[in-house]
T-cell receptor
Framework: NAGVTQTPKFQVLKTGQSMTLQCAQDMNHNSMYWYRQDPGMGLRLIYYSASEGTTDKGEVPNGYNVSRLNKREFSLRLESAAPSQTSVYFC???????????FGSGTRLTVV | KQEVTQIPAALSVPEGENLVLNCSFTDSAIYNLQWFRQDPGKGLTSLLLIQSSQREQTSGRLNASLDKSSGRSTLYIAASQPGDSATYLCAVDNQGGKLIFGQGTELSVKP
């Protein structure tokens, strides 16, 4: 099925560990995004990539890095995980100006 | 800074009722506004997108309106069904695809 695929679906990390969240889309979308969802806070943009080869910070970028590996793939890396990064992470992609916005099913991350 | 607010935070209605979910935003300079549905433990599904030049969009039993001047949008659900139970999120795009979300309204439709 066409869409946005995120891996892993669940992850538990210890404080200070690193990990990379993977995201891939097969809809030939130009733009890709990483959001986090926290109770009472809604979804907040971490990083985005308007096109292959470009990345920019969103509202809450501290503690994260991203790589737009190619047009299909956009990864999110936590270099030294902290309990404040416990959240549900969503990857999304779209054609242009919000049209065709498609979300992955999310990664539930717990940092202990 | 754009802020998006959704009221109420939770709503419970009996099956068959018509209902309205509200969304307000502080900066009227938006490209578009979008309503999403989120089922528990799942990702978001786009329901309706209203361009800044439009007043409303309809899809089946759903109708979304937009009043930029007052900074408001409503999502109208007609003849609600238990399958409509989910969290509904409003999001505005005022900078090329980067969405700013409200906190959502959790809807429960009782049989």
């Amino acid at each position: 099925n066409a869409g946005v695929t995120q891996t892993p679906k669940f992850q538990v990390l210890k404080t200070g560990q690193s990990m990379t969240l993977q995201c891939a889309q097969d809809m030939n979308h130009n733009s890709m995004y990483w959001y986090r969802q926290d109770p009472g806070m809604g979804l907040r943009l971490i990083y985005y990539s308007a096109s292959e080869g470009t990345t920019d910070k969103g509202e809450v970028p501290n503690g994260y890095n991203v790589s737009r590996l190619n047009k299909r793939e956009f990864s999110l890396r936590l270099e030294s995980a902290a309990p404040s990064q416990t959240s549900v992470y969503f990857c999304a992609s779209n054609r242009i100006n919000s049209y065709g916005y498609t979300f992955g099913s999310g990664t539930r991350l717990t940092v202990v | 800074k754009q802020e998006v607010t959704q009221i109420p935070a939770a709503l419970s209605v009996p099956e068959g009722e018509n209902l309205v979910l509200n969304c307000s935003f502080t900066d009227s300079a938006i490209y578009n506004l979008q309503w999403f549905r989120q089922d528990p433990g799942k990702g978001l599904t786009s329901l309706l997108l209203i361009q800044s030049s439009q007043r409303e969009q309809t899809s089946g039993r759903l109708n979304a309106s937009l009043d930029k001047s007052s900074g408001r949008s409503t999502l109208y659900i007609a003849a609600s069904q238990p399958g409509d139970s989910a969290t509904y999120l409003c999001a505005v795009d005022n900078q090329g695809g980067k969405l700013i979300f409200g906190q959502g309204t959790e809807l429960s439709v009782k049989p």
